[in-house]
């Protein structure tokens, strides 16, 4: 496997709602990774996918919600995000796709 596709297993999808937008006025970038993946794995992907430099990254994991399917009790996914905040002078346009 290359190293580019291991950096896409840990990046899954750039995340956009209010939240994330407010994030993006102060530098930071939201993406939903691998929930296995951690800091430098994180940090090593975003530099090498979009050719910027990565200042930090937070994580956070949000436990699924027990939700009703089709009148049965399910479980939905855990999920993990991660805020990556960015040097000064770099930035990510998410609306392009990776």
Known sequence: MSAKAEHYD????????EKSTMASESG???????????KPQIKEAVESLFGVKVKAVNTTITKGKVKRFRGQPGKRKDVK??????????????????
């Open 28 to 38: 930071a970038v939201v993406f939903e990774v691998d929930i296995e993946a951690n």
């Open 81 to 98: 995000k991660a805020y990556v905040t960015l040097e000064e002078g770099n930035t990510i346009d998410v609306t392009t796709g990776l």
């Open 10 to 17: 840990v990046i899954r999808k750039p995340i956009v709602t």
